[in-house]
């Protein structure tokens, strides 16, 4: 069964303290992305991955990290989370021309 | 720019009825149209695609239109359960190197 696997799901965090959000597949597909989902504004873009090591930006790349150090694994960072970074996350990864989403992370920073 | 839109925020079905979802393209250059539900508190789900050299596809209970002309691609769904309750996002894509733009999203609520 093909998965996509975020943590944490929910995470409550102040202005300025470094996170991570981590990502991980089981199917062994190249391309990986992050997005995130606010009221009105849909599903944007922040990097995707085409393979290890390739990574760029989406259409909202400002204020995020990622890296692609093995195919299975592609964490979102937040250096310095601000308020404008309170959302819903999710991470996706791309069969084909099917992209297969994981759960959400929901952050909230204060 | 480029864009991907829907013509309604919300739809409201009877249960039974069929349902039409409606979605506006822009970029002439796509060459897979996807349709994804998502469920409260879920990620968004594959439902069904389209190439761009096709007309119609069908799934279960569902299928999908794509009018090249006039840049327009449709969801239909047949005899809507409450279960088909969600959020519908139409989405575009160029094919590889490229990204998939989503369109805004559009509530179906399944009145029963």
């Known amino acids: 069964e093909a998965q996509v696997t975020q943590n944490p799901r929910y995470l409550i965090t102040v202005t300025g303290k470094k996170l991570t959000v981590t990502c991980s597949q089981n199917?062994?597909?190249?391309?990986m992305s992050w997005y995130r989902q606010d009221p009105g504004l849909g599903l944007r873009q922040i990097y995707y991955s085409m393979n290890v090591e390739v990574t760029d930006k989406g259409d909202v790349p400002e204020g995020y990290k990622v890296s692609r150090k093995e195919k299975r694994n592609f964490p979102l960072i937040l250096e310095s989370p601000s308020p404008n970074q309170t959302s819903l996350y999710f991470c996706?990864?791309?069969?084909?021309?099917?992209?297969?989403f994981g759960a959400g992370t929901r952050l909230s920073v204060l | 720019g480029e864009s991907v839109g829907l013509h309604l925020p919300t739809l409201s079905v009877q249960e039974g009825d069929n349902s039409i979802i409606n979605c506006a393209y822009s970029?002439?250059?796509?060459?897979?149209f996807i349709w994804y539900k998502q469920e409260s508190g879920k990620g968004p789900q594959f439902i069904i695609d389209i190439r761009s050299n096709m007309d119609k596809r069908q799934g279960q209970r569902v299928t999908v239109l794509l009018n090249k002309t006039v840049k327009h691609l449709s969801l239909q769904i047949a005899a809507t359960q409450p279960g088909d309750s969600a959020v519908y996002f139409c989405a575009e894509w160029a094919g590889a190197n490229s990204k998939l733009t989503f369109g805004k999203g559009i509530t179906l609520s399944v009145r029963p």
């Open positions: 970029n002439s250059a796509s060459d897979y």
């Open positions: 199917m062994n597909h190249e391309y």
């Open positions: 996706a990864v791309a069969g084909g021309n099917i992209q297969y």
